[in-house]
């Protein structure tokens, strides 16, 4: 007979449990007709002090046997989970995002496709001269690379190294190119130069200390050319990709994500090439991915491997620093290939068309 009725009371409490349940999943939808109200009103999602107010409503209806501390807690936990699921619906999709399913965005640029097979984006650290530029933009040139790219501007470390020849180095940049037939890949460091960098570049590069300038990224992004934009050394992958959505939020998605390494406790290379970020950047995003080797390894022995793993986990690009006379950089010495051996980096990683 006891048996029987703790059997009854069990199937009571079950049907409690359910009823709750349901009681639980309406209130999730009331709250979710809530949430999108306080959206289209521009309300915040979390309100202490109506919290505070309903909890005191709660304890004094609340007729035992649970006391009034207990009730509470069970309501805050509720609350949690209400709050949480508002913050879940306002979540927004990336546009950078990659949907299940969607292709890889193809930015056509000096007649290749980045986001299709493999480019290579290559030329000095900085612009110094007109013969260095042009002996670089010759050989590329020659072995059928068509991005050039090189620093006009450059943000360096300390304020006495050479800071690029500004102006001067644009016109160098776009005068080779067109007599190589090349397109111009060059950094804007400044909202105030990005109309002037956009007349003579085809690819805005934002640099990894600017990064998080989103100032600048605003601007790069309503200039109407494609960007390159370089992760910062201690950014996330995640606000790396935040960074292209301040972008493509100005009406501007041809962005190229380029990974340059990031600061580590290894003092071997300048940076530590994060191949995973590659895999993880293609996957959930459906913009082109290139690497650069030469920021990241910092020496010019490791390039060809480096490229060789970057492309392996699904890099669509390389970047690399070439100077006819590496010894004789005005930045980057010690990285920079020289013409025979960038010849030799690219037949090593198989890019030499
Ligand atoms: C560059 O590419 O010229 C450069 C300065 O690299 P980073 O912004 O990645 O340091
Ligand atoms: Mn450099």
Same mark, same amino acid.
């Given at each position: 007979?006891?048996?029987?009725?703790?059997?009854?009371?069990?199937?009571?409490?079950?049907?409690?449990?359910?009823?709750? &349940?349901?009681?639980?999943?309406?209130?999730?939808?009331?709250?979710?007709?809530?949430?999108?109200? *306080?959206?289209?009103?521009? &309300?915040?999602?979390?309100?202490?002090?109506?919290?505070?107010?309903?909890?005191?409503?709660?304890? =004094?209806?609340?007729?035992?046997?649970? !006391?009034?501390?207990?009730?509470?807690?069970?309501?805050?936990?509720?609350?949690?989970?209400?709050?949480?699921?508002?913050?879940?619906?306002?979540? *927004?999709?990336?546009?950078?995002?990659?949907?299940?399913?969607?292709?890889?965005?193809?930015?056509?640029?000096?007649?290749?496709?980045?986001?299709?097979?493999?480019?290579?984006?290559?030329?000095?650290?900085?612009?110094?001269?007109?013969?260095?530029?042009?002996?670089?933009?010759?050989?590329?040139?020659?072995?059928?690379?068509?991005?050039?790219?090189?620093?006009?501007? *450059?943000?360096?470390?300390?304020?006495?190294?050479?800071?690029?020849?500004?102006?001067?180095?644009?016109? &160098?940049?776009?005068?080779?190119?067109?007599?190589?037939?090349?397109?111009?890949?060059?950094?804007?460091?400044?909202?105030?130069?990005?109309?002037?960098?956009?007349?003579?570049?085809?690819?805005?590069?934002?640099?990894?200390?600017?990064?998080?300038?989103?100032?600048?990224?605003?601007?790069?992004?309503?200039?109407?050319?494609?960007?390159?934009?370089?992760?910062?050394?201690?950014? =996330?992958?995640?606000?790396? &990709?935040?960074?292209?959505?301040?972008?493509?939020?100005?009406?501007?998605?041809?962005?190229?994500?380029?990974?340059?390494?990031?600061?580590?406790?290894?003092?071997? =290379?300048?940076?530590?090439?994060?191949?995973?970020?590659?895999?993880?950047?293609?996957?959930?995003?459906?913009?082109?991915?290139?690497?650069?080797?030469?920021?990241?390894?910092?020496?010019?022995?490791?390039?060809?491997?480096?490229?060789?793993?970057?492309?392996?986990?699904?890099?669509?690009?390389?970047?690399?620093?070439?100077?006819?006379? !590496?010894?004789?950089?005005?930045?980057?010495?010690?990285?920079?290939?020289?013409?025979?051996?960038?010849?030799?980096?690219?037949?090593?990683?198989?890019?030499?068309?």
């Amino acid at each position: 007979m006891t048996e029987t009725t703790l059997e009854t009371l069990r199937e009571e409490l079950q049907r409690i449990n359910l009823e709750l &349940l349901e009681l639980l999943s309406r209130r999730g939808a009331v709250v979710q007709q809530v949430q999108a109200i *306080k959206q289209r009103d521009g &309300l915040p999602t979390y309100m202490p002090e109506r919290e505070q107010a309903m909890l005191a409503e709660l304890a =004094t209806a609340n007729r035992g046997p649970f !006391p009034d501390e207990t009730v509470r807690h069970l309501f805050r936990e509720i609350f949690r989970a209400s709050v949480a699921l508002m913050e879940a619906g306002q979540r *927004k999709v990336l546009r950078v995002g990659r949907a299940p399913g969607a292709p890889d965005l193809r930015i056509p640029v000096g007649g290749v496709d980045v986001g299709g097979a493999p480019v290579v984006i290559a030329g000095p650290c900085a612009v110094e001269d007109e013969a260095q530029l042009d002996a670089v933009g010759r050989k590329l040139r020659e072995l059928g690379v068509r991005l050039l790219r090189g620093g006009a501007y *450059k943000s360096r470390s300390s304020p006495y190294a050479f800071q690029g020849l500004g102006r001067r180095g644009l016109e &160098l940049l776009r005068d080779v190119a067109r007599r190589y037939g090349l397109a111009v890949v060059t950094e804007v460091t400044d909202t105030r130069n990005v109309a002037l960098v956009a007349e003579h570049a085809d690819v805005l590069q934002v640099g990894a200390r600017h990064m998080h300038n989103y100032e600048l990224l605003r601007e790069v992004g309503s200039a109407g050319k494609p960007v390159l934009l370089k992760r910062g050394w201690s950014a =996330t992958i995640e606000e790396f &990709l935040w960074a292209a959505e301040y972008v493509a939020l100005s009406g501007n998605e041809r962005v190229i994500l380029c990974e340059r390494g990031i600061r580590t406790f290894e003092s071997q =290379t300048r940076n530590t090439l994060d191949v995973s970020a590659v895999a993880l950047l293609r996957a959930q995003s459906r913009l082109p991915v290139v690497v650069d080797v030469s920021h990241a390894a910092g020496r010019r022995d490791i390039l060809a491997p480096l490229a060789r793993a970057a492309l392996a986990a699904g890099a669509q690009g390389v970047m690399v620093e070439v100077h006819p006379d !590496p010894a004789a950089a005005r930045s980057d010495a010690q990285q920079q290939l020289d013409l025979g051996e960038f010849e030799r980096f690219l037949s090593a990683v198989g890019l030499r068309s």
